[in-house]
């Protein structure tokens, strides 16, 4: 039977599901679910009818921070491997967070579709490059198996110039630097499950709120995206666990001139000290600060 393994990676996570292919709606086989990835890694796997397979933490203690993505991976294909070979592996499928104005539709991707992509790395410094540092992973492991990406960016292609372009100078915005948002394959997904619940879905407006670590709205009419609280990177918006969400460009040029602090500072500032953390002076994690705020 042949299957396709999916793969989503964030900074400090790895999740992949196993999924059979050629039917008319496909279905997950297995679920894998790395989290903590950087200090104890804990992993568990759950099978196609919702039973827990695997849950352990993985011994990654020799294995340098920068390889344990890699790591992971290796392990989920040997464990599919050893109990499941019965699961021919087709295909890799990414999600990747910036697609820029080139990619607007899935991907099958190439050397100079990657190369590019890695110039969007400054746009979603969170996320961009453990994207690519999985489709790398997957290239050493499964040299001959296609890589297909879909980009949380595309779902926004239908928003217009007038949502899309910033008002400043064209030669900017000719060169790139617009509204792009993000979270759109959670959109796409949410809009098609609503689509699946009652057929007026597709004709109605709707606002939907993606919310965890990364938070964002978006404005939804008649299936497609018109509006969203993120731009040019995933940073702008609604206040998230670590990032500061929308603010007055002129702080930031406060912030550099009378804290002396360069690009990288800022960057660490916006994108790692702020948010809930920065608020709250303790944790991102809204449960934590939940049950905190309880006691």
Not at 106 to 125: F, G, N, R, T, V
Not at 171 to 176: M, N
Request: net charge positive; aromatic share 8%.
């Amino acid at each position: 039977m042949q299957t396709i393994l999916v793969i989503n990676a964030g900074s400090s996570s790895l999740k992949c599901t196993l999924f059979r292919t050629g039917q008319l709606q496909e279905k997950s086989i297995y679920r894998f679910k790395f989290s903590n990835l950087l200090l104890k890694p804990h992993l568990s796997i759950v099978d196609e009818n919702g039973l827990d397979r695997v849950t352990k933490q993985p011994d990654f203690a020799s294995v340098p921070k920068t390889e344990r993505h890699h790591a992971a991976l290796d392990l989920v294909l040997s464990w599919l491997n050893t109990h499941a070979s019965q699961f021919k592996l087709t295909a890799f499928g990414h999600r990747i967070v910036h697609g820029g104005r080139q990619f607007n539709a899935p991907q099958i991707l190439s050397k100079s579709d990657i190369a590019h992509l890695k110039e969007l790395i400054p746009l979603a410094p969170l996320h961009q490059p453990y994207n690519l540092l999985l489709i790398d992973c997957c290239k050493k492991l499964a040299p001959n198996l296609p890589q297909i990406a879909c980009f949380d960016t595309m779902f926004h292609h239908t928003q217009t110039d007038l949502e899309r372009h910033y008002a400043l100078p064209r030669q900017y915005t000719e060169a790139g630097i617009q509204r792009y948002g993000f979270h759109g394959l959670s959109y796409e997904y949410i809009t098609h499950q609503l689509g699946q619940i009652t057929h007026k879905a597709c004709h109605i407006k709707t606002v939907i709120c993606h919310l965890g670590a990364g938070s964002s709205m978006c404005a939804i009419s008649q299936g497609k995206s018109i509006a969203s609280s993120m731009g040019f990177t995933a940073v702008d918006g609604l206040p998230m666990g670590t990032r500061c969400g929308n603010i007055d460009p002129g702080v930031i040029l406060y912030l550099q001139r009378h804290y002396n602090l360069d690009c990288d500072a800022l960057e660490h500032l916006i994108y790692s000290e702020s948010g809930w953390l920065g608020v709250s002076g303790e944790s991102s994690d809204m449960l934590s600060l939940k049950r905190s705020q309880s006691t």
